[in-house]
């Protein structure tokens, strides 16, 4: 899927996917989306006359405790969708799992 066209109405129905994440030595590892939700941009002046092209949202994923991965830019795949180059960032640890997020703008 071209992450461009990405809305939080399309991710909603990907909730409990299974992606294979691919790492950086070639491995992989299983990332489940948990949850994809609207986001809260802060609140600062905008720069220029800016027409966001959809409202923003985050998708949440669950990885495994370790390794917790740095953020970066991943490609996730799935059966039936893949998300090449999504940037995620580790946001949480507990002992189901890290919590990872990617926002969309």
Known sequence: MDLKDMTLEVAQPLLNTKFQVTLEDGGSLEM?????????????????????????????????AEPVLPQRMYDFRSTDVDFLSLF??????????????????
């Open 32 to 64: 489940t989306l948990i949850d994809a939700a609207p986001f809260d941009m802060p609140k600062r002046p905008a720069r220029g006359t800016r027409i966001p092209k959809r409202p923003p949202f985050a998708l949440y994923f669950l990885g495994p």
């Open 88 to 105: 995620v960032v580790p946001v949480g640890r507990d002992e189901e799992g890290t919590e990872y997020e990617a926002v969309f703008a």
